[in-house]
């Protein structure tokens, strides 16, 4: 069996879960099959892999024109594949065609949807709408459609009725629990800005209106005052949410010290030790299929305090391996809550708790890391994954 796998991200440019995922997914899919990867980005000396560099004459095109035009070099190429795989609406133009050209099976996985993430509109204008229709497309058309969580397969057949449920399967992302595993190193935390000797609410994720994290921002003032504002953040969706997130910064920093903002780019090592040293850790997120960022965490013990929206409630279990916040949305596909100040209280309350009791916090942090190695191994990902190519191949 040979798969050709299409992705945006593949390392080393990676910036977001959507590339952790195909990465681990593919090195632990190479372990029984063939599979070839078609990434956007700069050459790639990896066996097996091909890299495709955005098309000179539609360099100042919208983003979304360009990427169609790297989509049509990657459908040509995927001849002589049994099966082609995408990720992301970036990629899924490609396999769609694939699937026409070459007459063989096309898996998407849905990392995220379009059509609830509205503010996608300030990042590409126009190029949304694009977006959007290649994504409703390839859904409807393709032969199985992965979903990374139960709350992110309701999403989909919400938002796209046209597809067949049959045809929506649900396999969770995984997490590389050795590579992601407890480190301490206080030395480190300072280098970083970060006191080790008091606690610690730590958030990473990129600056994008679905992260939450302005609610976050505004959460983090009703905290104990010891308590320290790890924010690992940065590679902002525009300049308005930049903007927005380093005014509430500037804000907070006003009302209280130990808030630290670390917008570079940190080694999986340094995160590591990040996550180790958290008191807590904070998922404001408004819109999350699953968050492999709260497995990243959990597998370093750390508890998390998550929102109760999405595929979040399925990594993190309330009481458990940690805390969900409870979210009540609006319906018009941006996710903002109907309660906001509500939320906010409700979220700090949350982080409080976590914060104030030591006990709770190894408790949820053990449970998390046990939870982590159990029921998220890659190879049980690949071997369900497996398992669904070999029944389309069957048809």
């Not at 096309?106 to 993430?117: D, F, G, N």
Request: hydrophobic share 40%; with cysteine.
């Amino acid at each position: 069996m040979r798969v050709d796998v299409v992705t945006k991200e593949y390392p080393p440019e990676v910036y977001g879960g959507a590339g952790v995922h195909v990465a681990e997914l593919v090195r632990a899919l190479r372990a029984e099959i063939t599979v070839r990867v078609h990434a956007f980005g700069a050459p790639r000396d990896e066996q097996d892999t091909f890299s495709y560099a955005a098309p000179a004459e539609l360099s100042n095109s919208n983003p979304s024109i360009t990427t169609l035009g790297v989509d049509l070099a990657i459908a040509q190429d995927v001849a002589g594949a049994d099966l082609v795989h995408s990720h992301t609406w970036y990629a899924n133009a490609a396999g769609h065609l694939a699937k026409l050209l070459h007459g063989i099976p096309h898996v998407v996985t849905a990392h995220s949807l379009e059509p609830l993430r509205p503010w996608k509109a300030e990042q590409l204008g126009g190029g949304y709408r694009v977006s959007g229709w290649i994504e409703r497309v390839t859904y409807e058309a393709a032969d199985a459609v992965v979903a990374v969580s139960h709350g992110m397969r309701a999403d989909i057949l919400r938002s796209y009725p046209q597809v067949d449920p049959s045809r929506v399967h649900v396999i969770y992302n995984g997490i590389n629990t050795d590579e992601w595993t407890p480190r301490v190193d206080e030395e480190k935390l300072r280098t970083l800005g970060v006191d080790p000797s008091l606690p610690s609410v730590v958030f990473v994720g990129r600056i994008t209106r679905q992260k939450g994290l302005p609610y976050l921002l505004r959460a983090a003032r009703l905290l104990p005052a010891h308590t320290q504002i790890i924010l690992c953040a940065g590679a902002p969706d525009t300049t308005e949410i930049l903007a927005e997130v380093t005014e509430l910064v500037n804000e907070l920093r006003t009302h209280r010290d130990g808030v630290v903002w670390i917008d570079r780019h940190l080694s999986r090592e340094d995160l590591c030790v990040l996550l180790t040293s958290a008191t807590v850790f904070a998922c404001p997120s408004i819109y999350e299929p699953l968050g492999i960022v709260n497995l990243e965490a959990m597998a370093c013990g750390a508890p998390v305090v998550g929102s109760g929206t999405g595929g979040i409630p399925e990594v993190v279990l309330d009481e458990t391996t940690g805390l969900i916040v409870p979210l009540e949305q609006e319906q018009d596909g941006t996710g903002t809550p109907l309660h906001p100040e509500k939320y906010v209280v409700d979220l700090a309350a949350a982080l409080t708790r976590v914060i104030e009791n030591p006990e709770l916090a190894r408790m949820l942090g053990t449970a998390g890391r046990e939870r982590a190695v159990s029921d998220f191994s890659w190879h049980s990902i690949a071997e369900q994954t497996r398992g669904l190519y070999s029944e389309l191949l069957q048809k």
